[in-house]
């Protein structure tokens, strides 16, 4: 598959046109460090009810941020105002330089896939690509060879000329992406692109998704309640509950505000409460609790991570070895995305 292409757009007179990027032109490590979105204290109500509450990030040429939340964090309501399909109640952002107040141009500078897009299945992927080529200003013939290079770089040159009627999930999804970047935006904001794929089809749409950073030099919003891919393929994240960002930075960074020290033990079912009863006895173990999702199993800190883990490890193994306990397993936790996730926002639900 060829290299992902950043094209300028043709401007024929009386067309639709693309705004220049403000004479952005940077090599690819000077990209990464430009700001492409800012946001600044936005808010949004609806009447009496707030719905976001000082929204605040940035977001770098070049790198994938994962925006995170549970049911009703704020999460649409943000990419709706990002988007300039709401306007905040207060705030501020702008988009590749472009003020908030210049709507029309900022639609210009980013591409949108939208969780539920409709196709029209009676076109073929080809006419559709061209068609909204002719819209941001190109002449017939080149919004058909940006088209072609477009389906070449999401991978469906062969299906091109199909109908999309015809077309599976996996490529509606691609197609939908080209779509996105026909404008060679600045920003792309991507909702759940992967929702309903196998696993290899989700593996290759996410390989797809850097290549739009590191080769495009694009910004990608990326919403996703797979907080597995968020975590592989995302350089920052924006978590949010109840309309305000509760944490945001690199996803390193965001992993290692969870809980340190933790221990998972499996025991049959019949010594759970026995086992407990054992743990909370020890000086060296807090906060035990069921693991809701494993049978059988519990959940402990340690009183002193930094002190020598094995030795903790052992002398837990002695304990219950001690009361006749069957040990089935023991291993520590390392720190994922979903754990940090599940922590922060009950803490903030509290």
């Keep these: 598959m060829d290299t992902l292409r950043r094209e300028s757009l043709g401007s024929p007179e009386g067309a639709l046109m693309v705004e220049p990027t403000n004479g952005r032109s940077v090599s690819g490590s000077q990209a990464s460090q430009l700001p492409i979105l ?3 204290d936005l808010c949004r109500s609806y009447g009496p009810r707030q719905a976001l509450r000082g929204l605040s990030f940035t977001l770098n040429a070049g790198r994938i941020l994962g925006f995170l939340g ?3 964090a704020g999460k649409t309501t943000s990419i709706r105002i990002l988007t300039t399909i709401l306007e905040p109640s207060s ?22 896939l939208p969780e539920n897009l409709g196709f029209p299945k009676q076109m073929t992927g080809l006419e559709y690509l061209s068609f909204f ?13 940006h088209a ?16 999309i009627g015809t077309y599976s999930h996996g490529m509606r999804q691609r197609v939908g992406i080209a779509r996105a970047l026909v404008n060679d935006p600045a920003v792309v904001f991507l909702d759940e692109p992967t929702l309903g794929l196998d696993p290899r089809g989700q593996q290759e749409l996410l ?46 960074e965001v992993i ?42 519990l959940r402990m800190d340690l009183a002193n991570p930094s002190s020598e883990d094995h030795q903790v490890n052992n002398r837990i193994l002695e304990a219950l070895i001690r009361a006749g306990i069957p040990i089935l397993g023991l291993s520590a936790e390392g720190n994922r995305l979903e754990e940090v996730f599940l922590q922060l926002t009950d803490k903030a639900v509290k």
């Excluded at 003020?99 to 141009?105: A, C, F, N």
């Excluded at 080529?133 to 060879?145: C, E, K, Q």
């Excluded at 850097?210 to 919003?221: F, M, P, Q």
């Excluded at 009863?277 to 000086?283: F, G, K, P, S, T």
Aim: with cysteine; charged share 25%.
């Design 38 to 40: 800012v946001a600044q």
């Design 70 to 72: 549970p049911n009703g």
């Design 91 to 112: 705030g501020h952002f702008s988009v590749d330089g472009i003020d908030q107040r210049y709507p029309e141009k900022i639609r210009r500078r980013i591409g949108v």
């Design 133 to 145: 080529g002719r819209l941001y200003g190109r002449t017939a013939v080149d919004a058909r060879s």
């Design 148 to 163: 072609l290079a477009l389906l070449d770089d999401v991978g469906l040159t062969e299906r091109g000329r199909s109908l």
């Design 207 to 252: 390989g797809l998704v850097r290549r739009i950073a590191s080769e495009r030099k694009a910004g990608v919003i990326l919403c996703s309640h797979l907080l597995w891919e968020i975590e592989k393929i995302c350089d920052d994240v924006v978590i949010l509950s109840s309309g305000q960002v509760i944490v945001a930075g690199s996803v390193r």
């Design 256 to 297: 290692g505000r969870g809980r340190k020290g933790g221990i998972r033990i499996s025991v049959p079912s019949a010594s759970l409460a026995e086992t407990r009863r054992v743990l909370e006895r020890m000086a060296e173990v807090m906060n035990v609790a069921p693991v809701p999702e494993q049978t059988g199993c």
